[in-house]
Structures are given as C-alpha cells and as structure tokens.
C-alpha cells in the first residue's frame, strides 16, 4: 500500500480535483440538450483521459514529472475548464473562431503528447532499474550533507564552495550597479534602450544568466554553513532589482527554485512546509501578482502620487474578475495549441523549425548573418498577427505571445512526431535528473528544458541562458583557476 507524504498531497489534490472537475464537464455535455460553444464529448473525452493520466503520473517521485504534472494541469487542463465555464474567454477566439473540429484535433494532440509522456516514464522505469522511480511514499528522516563539493564545466573542475564564494561576490557587484541604472533611469520597465548603450544590456545580461548561480547556492547550503551572510546579501539585491523591475514573477520563481533544489539535492522538507508554499503561491496569485501590476502602471506612467496608488487599489478591486481571468489567460497553453493547429503547415516560415531556430540563434552570436534564411518571420510576433488580426507585423512593435512548448513541438515536427519527440524528452530529462550531475547542472537543464519548454516554447533561442550560463562559467572559473596559479607561482618565486 502506498502511502502519500504530506509534501506531496498538495499536487496529487490538485490533479485528482481537475480530473474531477473534467468528467463533471464531460457529462454536462453528455447530458445537455445544447451544444457547446466550444467543447463537443469526444474533445471533452480526450482531455477527461489526459487528466486520469496526469492523475496516476502525479503519484511517482520524481522532479521532473512532478512539474510535467502541474504545468499540463496548470496550462492545459485549467484552461479546458475556465473555457468550458466563460467560453469568451477562449484565447483568439473572438478573431478566429474556432470550429468543433478543430478544438478536438487540439484536444487529441494534448491526449497524444501526455500519453508519450507516460511511455517515457515506464520505459525510464523498465531500462534503467537502478535508477527506479517508485510511486510515493513517507519520506525517510535524513540529515543533509554537503556531498557535491565539486563542480566541474567541460572537464574543467573546481570547489563548489569557494567557485560560488567568488560568483557571489560578482553578482552582488552586478546588482548593486543594477540598481543604481534603475534609479537613473536606465532599463526600466517600459524603458526602451538605445542601441549605444548595447554594451551596458550586455553586462546586464550577463549577471542575469550567472543569478541562478546565486539562487540555487541560497537555497542548497544550509542556513548556518559558512557563506550565509553573502548569500543573504544577494538574495536582499536580487528581489530588490526584480521588484524595481516589477516582476509579477519573482514569488513564483523563489519558490519553484526552493523546491526544485530541494528534491535534487535530496534535502528533507520540512513538515508541512509545500503546504506553506501552496499558500505563498495563492498570496502571490491574487496578492503580489495584482499589487506589482499597479507598481508597473505606475512605472510606465511616472506618476508615483498617493492618487495613482489609490486609483490602482480602487481599480484593482472593481475589477478583480477581470484581472484573474487576464492572469488565468497567461497560463492558455490550450487556446495557444488549438491556435497553432489551425494553421496550414505551408505557412509556417522557414525559421519554424527545429533548423532554422539553429540558424538564427548562431546568427545571433556574429556581426551579419552566417546563413540567410529567407522568408523568416517571427513566430511570437506571427502568433499576434494571426490570432489578433493585426494586418503588419511592424504595428504590434515589441508585442510578442509565447508559443508553449506542445505548439513548438506540433509547428517543428508535425502531429505524430512531436508526439515522439516527448516521448524521447521525458526519458533524457529523467535521465538528467537521476544522473551524477551537480545539482546546479541539473537544475539548470530541468528548470530550462521542462518548466522553461513547457510555458513558453522553443527548443533554442528560448533557452539560449542555458548556454550563455554553461560559457561564462567556463570562462570564469579559468580565469579564477588562472589567478590562483599565478598567485601560487609569484608566492613561490618570493620564498
């Protein structure tokens, strides 16, 4: 008999009352005298199946389909029930309206890439027993021990410890001078760059892909080993630049970086304490996320007066529907999907494609262009164009709209092998997961190439901080690695 840990429950609820919530829908249209808007039996059957499937994945212990679990529940299955509820609020709807047909085809995507998913699982579980994954059960009471006191990038190694002492240090230094361009002016939120000052988005950019560095170090030492107090520093700067950024985010992203942490470097929970985070995530939801978005009007606006602050409150709470459904409409990976799955494979841009996204992201990275790819249009901007009905691309400016990872994989390799393509997705992620791997390594590839795909898309350009992080790590530990021999050497010469 199984026995489900506390810890765990909160997920395993979630996915049983979506299940449950789907096969009430299902027989309200079984039973119904009309026809739906939207949502015919066979559409609703697909997603009741995905749902029971999800349900039964949501019992194994393993990071990478715990967060496989929330997201498909999170962006698809959620999505499912608001639309069935407001049909209206269906995505892309009021422009494109979408047939019957058409919302099953969706639906049988959806069903196809969960049940790929779930033959990844057994077959990880079947061929690699090892490294078994069993379904949940009391977790047992361990202290943690610092065992991976040693990173290595490319053959090249070195102390965990002092490597994240040093990174620290530079990134308090990034972030510090961060704030003092966000207090100038520069690169705020609305705020758009001047090509001169590229080379400052550069160095921006650079603390930016080194942070998870910080944020995981926060995270992975206990709170009395040695370091603490610079990693508290970092973690005041970092929520410090994201607030002034007014990242809506921030919340969401500490804890999914707590917990992801946790459960690869194999730490014990504390009790109840997912429950807890279950809570801070409803706070960040209808608290944080709604109190940010007005900082953001403000900011947009430069009017900081007690009158915008109690115009935003009194606009918040006349219209708290309005803005919960426009977040509920962020997490549309199923009206995204539909969306893409209307449109004919002939006019996919060349740079639709697993190829083509190579090509651009290494034309990226040069002055020019190594290869030219004809034709080339936007996908994120084309979503806008197509679902929207914006007539030229040059009118939306920067507005783009993610894509979501079933798309990608739908636009990239068609139907049946993006179906495929997860299938072999599911079993490397596992792979990585359960592999020797830094835990840093790990979550940087699981947080990237499964939360990161999952919500947004894209195969490369979308997950180019992966690389950038891989590199300047690199370059940085050689040059530490470097100073450090030469230091040692003029020591020497001195004795």
């Known amino acids: ?3 489900i840990s506390k810890n765990e429950s909160p997920l395993v609820l979630l996915c049983l009352g979506l299940f449950v919530l789907v096969g ?8 119904s005298y009309q026809e ?10 697909y997603i009741l199946l995905a749902s029971s499937i999800i349900f039964i994945m949501s019992f194994f212990n393993s990071l990478t389909i715990k967060v496989i679990c929330f997201l498909l529940s999170a962006f698809y299955t959620q999505r499912v029930i608001t639309t069935y509820i407001l049909p209206s609020e269906f995505d892309y709807y009021s422009y494109v309206g979408f047939t019957h047909e058409q919302i099953e085809l969706s639906s049988l995507y959806y069903l196809g890439v969960v049940v790929a998913m779930f033959l990844g699982l057994i077959t990880y579980r079947f061929f690699f027993r090892n490294q078994y994954i069993r379904c949940l059960e009391k977790e047992k009471s361990a202290d943690f021990e610092i065992t991976q006191n040693r990173i290595s990038y490319f053959g090249v190694n070195i102390n965990f410890d002092i490597f994240i002492k040093y990174i620290l240090y530079f990134l308090i230094l990034c972030y510090m001078v961060k704030v003092l361009l966000l207090f100038s002016g520069f690169a705020g939120t609305g705020e758009v760059i001047n090509p001169d000052n590229s080379i400052w988005v550069r160095l921006d950019s650079f603390s930016s892909y080194l942070s998870v560095l910080g944020l995981v170090a926060f995270f992975y030492y206990p709170s009395g080993y040695s370091g603490s107090r610079i990693r508290n520093i970092f973690m005041f700067l970092f929520i410090c630049v994201n607030i002034l950024l007014s990242s809506r985010a921030l919340i969401l992203t500490l804890l999914s970086t707590y917990i992801f942490v ?7 929970f504390k009790p109840n304490i997912l429950w807890f985070v279950s809570i801070i995530a409803i706070f960040s939801i209808f608290i944080f996320y ?3 978005t007005i900082f953001r009007g403000m900011l947009l606006t430069s009017d900081y007066s007690l009158t915008a602050i109690s115009n935003g409150f009194v606009y918040y709470f006349e219209n708290f529907s309005y803005i919960l459904l426009n977040l509920l409409e962020r997490f549309g990976g199923f009206d995204w999907l539909t969306l893409w799955l209307t449109i004919p494979p002939n006019s996919i841009p060349p740079n639709g494609s697993l190829f083509g996204e190579a090509v ?3 034309n990226s990275l040069v002055p020019g262009e190594l290869y030219t790819l004809n034709g080339s249009v936007n996908l994120a901007k084309m979503q806008v164009v197509v679902g929207r009905g914006y007539g030229d691309l040059n009118e939306i400016g920067g507005h783009q709209e993610t894509m979501g990872g079933l798309a990608t994989s739908y636009v990239y390799f068609s139907a049946i092998f993006g179906a495929l393509y997860f299938f072999v997705w599911s079993i490397l992620l596992l792979l990585v997961e359960h592999s020797k791997l830094h835990v840093v390594h790990k979550f940087v590839i699981i947080n990237a190439y499964c939360f990161g795909f999952l919500q947004g898309g894209g195969f490369i350009l979308m997950h180019q901080s992966v690389f950038y992080y891989l590199i300047l790590s690199t370059v940085l530990i050689v040059m530490f690695k470097s100073l450090s021999s030469l230091s040692n050497n003029n020591r020497s010469a001195v004795v």
Request: glycine share 0%.
């Open 1 to 3: 008999m199984y026995k």
């Open 24 to 31: 009430c829908i299902f027989f309200d249209v079984v039973f």
């Open 360 to 362: 651009t992201h290494l």
């Open 36 to 45: 739906h808007l939207l949502y015919t039996t066979t559409s609703l059957l």
């Open 290 to 292: 709604p109190v940010i």
């Open 262 to 268: 946790k459960i690869l470097s194999k730490q014990k």
